[in-house]
Structure formats: C-alpha cells, structure tokens
C-alpha cells in the first residue's frame, strides 16, 4: 500500500505559497498554491483532491503538482510555455484562422467531391473529411466543438446563381497575375482598370430611410415626368482609385471608342489592361480594331450576325489598351460595381430631383468627379486597398498533413 503522501514546508516557503493562495491573478495557481499547503498541514492526496479545489481532481493530479513543487519550488507550479491541450486541428494548422479557411474551403464544395454522399455536409461527413485533413478528433460531438470554436455553423440556404463560366478560374487567375505584376512593374508606365456601364434612371431608387413607426413609410417622389435613361461609361484605377468616365444618352461603339481615347489621353504613354464584363460591344471587331493587336485566349462573345471583320473606314489608331474579360454572369469579380452601389446610396435612393432631370444629371457627374484622381477612401470601399486579398477564396489552398501519427493530443 503506498505510503501516505507528506510535505515539509521552511517558514519562507509556507509564505511564499500562502501568498500565491490569497493573491495570484491565475486561478490555477491559487489552486494548486492551496493544495500544497493543505498537502503539508497533513491532508491526505485523496482528501486535498477531493475537497476544496476549483473542482474535483484526482489524487495524481495532487502527486504530480507536489512533485513538482519538491523539485522546483513555486516556479514548478506554473504552466510552462507550449504545454497543455493542444486544438483538434494543431499541428496542421498552426493557428484558428488558418484552420476555419481550410475547412471554410471544404464546406464551399460539395461532398461528392470528397467522396461523401448526399448534397448536403453532416457532422459525420465532416469528420471522415477533417480527420483525413488533420483534424483529430474521433467523434461527431467532437467535430461539432470544432465548428463552433471556427465559427462554422448550420445555417439556411439562399438562392445563388454562379458564373457557369468554364474558365472562371483561369480568367480570374489572369487578371490577379497582372495586379500583382503592376507591384513590380519597373518602368511604371503600365495600369489596371476595372472598366464597367451604368444607367441613371430619372425615377428614385426605393431604399430604408427612418420614419415614424405604424403605417406611415418613406416616400420616393417619382414626379410628373416620364421615367428616362441616362448612360456612363467609367474605368476604376486599382492602384489609385482614379474615375475616369463618360456619360451619353446611348453608349454603343462609337461612344465605347470615343472613352478608349479619352482613357488613353488619361494615361498618356502608358500600357493600359481594362478588365470588362462579356457585352458583346466591349468585343466589337470596330472597337477592337482601334486599340492594339487582342488575343482572347478563351473567346469572345459576339453574336452570329456580326462580321468577324472591322469595317474598311473604321481609323486604326493602335491605342495602347488590351482587353482581358471577366466570367460571364459574375458582378461580384467587377469591384467598379461597388462604385455604382455607392453612388446609389449617396446620390439616387430616394433623391429629391422627380421633375429636374438635368438636376439629377449633374449631381452624378459632380459624385464622379470626386474621384477624377487618385482616391484612398475608394479603394477602401471597393476592395482594392490590399490587392493581395483581390479574389483571395480563389486561391486558398487546403494543407495536407505530413504525418498523422504525431498528432495526438490527450
């Protein structure tokens, strides 16, 4: 039977640890100060274990702080640096962000791809792919603390159509090598813009404004006018912040050829890559046969009955832009789209110009020629401040772990 477990204590050392009990600012250190103190006015380990601590411990629990404690006095009592449970998903994944990326990743995706069944991730699916992905644990209930602690959770699905574009990556790949190429460019003769259309409505925009609470809501007076159309064109600088822009009644190749020069006179001897969404009259053979030599190494869209060729009296003037397309049907890669929500929420929701419609025309082009230079506050509200996160979920890769057996966790 093993001998009672005894501790003899020196004046200074019954102080020291008295004063860890009443005034340590770490819980457990209060804990196991008292235990030792107990431990030497003749408790048993059982007894010390049982009675008196933050919660029940186990008596080799006890053993072990007074071991310890005999062989480095107080100091022994303190959690040394990197001990302890580690989390489920340690060491592949070396912190809490890392881990809900990789997993954030996994849950974008449909468990087919992972050899799961059903369209829908469950606790059990989960855990087949997270164990495989490293992350140890070996219940669902386990998994599930996982989610919570990632923030992962089950929540109600929304309608959503994605691009249907087959080549959404590569394009989008594309466009995010030439940003990052802008960083080192070194002649800096050589510019990025997001280039996009736009069309006013005389009418206001409904949007939430305050009112008195019951039946009364905010009005948006349309007036006595019929509704007209008013249309800009405008590139987005992705370095700057720079609005350049163009404003008709009708944008069409003409127009779309008239902002091209403009948008070359901005940028006077400059190489210019603007980035445009799938109208086909971004692609027309007469506005393409203004600018330099195009390549479309994954099409353009153009209808049946256009002439693959430019008409003979269209002038060549070789401007110094090359056109890169965006995935068909995917607004959220365009970040001059945030542009025109902006422009809504401080000019055209709920606007006071119903009958003055030149009124309302000059209110937009005052907003855009806020930003006819280089602009830090709107590259923050679009996205672009930090072109390493432009397109970021894109690129996320899944760490795979090295070696499984290593990570156990107690």
């Not at 510019?191 to 009005?219: I, M, W």
């Not at 693959?308 to 269209?314: G, I, L, S």
Request: aromatic share 10%.
């Amino acid at each position: 039977m093993p001998g009672q477990l005894r501790l003899k204590l020196t004046q200074e050392q019954r102080a020291e640890l008295c004063d860890l009990r009443d005034h340590a600012k770490l819980p457990y250190l209060r804990e196991r100060a008292a235990a030792i103190l107990r431990v030497a006015d003749g408790w048993s380990g059982q007894q010390t274990a049982r009675e008196g601590l933050l919660r029940p411990r186990y008596k080799e629990t006890v053993c072990e702080w007074v071991k310890r404690y005999r062989k480095e006095g107080a100091a022994g009592l303190i959690i040394r640096p990197g001990r302890g449970r580690k989390p489920a998903y340690f060491p592949t994944y070396p912190n809490a962000e890392t881990a809900q990326e990789a997993l954030t990743h996994i849950i974008h995706q449909s468990p087919k791809d992972y050899g799961q069944s059903g369209t829908r991730w469950t606790m059990k699916s989960l855990l087949t792919v997270g164990r495989e992905r490293g992350i140890c644990v070996s219940t669902t209930s386990g998994m599930h603390q996982i989610c919570t602690r990632l923030k992962v959770k089950r929540k109600r699905a929304r309608h959503h159509v994605h691009s249907p574009d087959p080549h959404y990556k590569e394009k989008l790949t594309d466009i995010r090598s030439e940003v990052d190429g802008l960083k080192t460019n070194s002649n800096k003769k050589y510019v990025l813009v997001y280039l996009d259309e736009f069309t006013l409505y005389r009418h206001p925009s409904l949007a939430n404004a305050y009112a008195c609470s019951g039946k009364e809501q905010p009005l948006a007076e349309i007036g006595l006018s019929s509704n007209k159309t008013w249309r800009y064109v405008a590139a987005l600088d992705v370095l700057t912040g720079k609005v350049t822009f163009l404003q008709s009644s009708k944008i069409g190749v003409k127009k779309l050829v008239e902002f091209y020069q403009q948008l070359a006179k901005a940028y006077p001897d400059t190489e210019i890559d603007v980035v445009c969404d799938n109208w086909p009259v971004h692609f027309h053979p007469d506005v393409v046969a203004v600018l330099q030599p195009q390549e479309f190494p994954y099409g353009a869209p153009k209808p049946p009955n256009w002439s693959a060729k430019a008409r003979a009296n269209v002038e060549r003037l070789n401007l110094p832009i090359h056109l890169m397309c965006l995935p068909t049907y995917a607004p959220w890669t365009n970040p001059i789209e945030k542009l025109w929500r902006l422009l809504k929420d401080q000019v055209l929701h709920l606007h006071q110009y119903g009958d003055d419609w030149d009124g309302l025309k000059r209110a937009v082009q005052e907003f855009l020629e806020k930003y006819a230079s280089a602009s830090p506050d709107l590259l923050q509200y679009v996205g672009l401040s930090e072109l390493s996160k432009l397109y970021r979920a894109l690129f996320i890769q899944v760490q795979q772990p090295q070696d499984l057996s290593i990570q156990s966790h107690g």
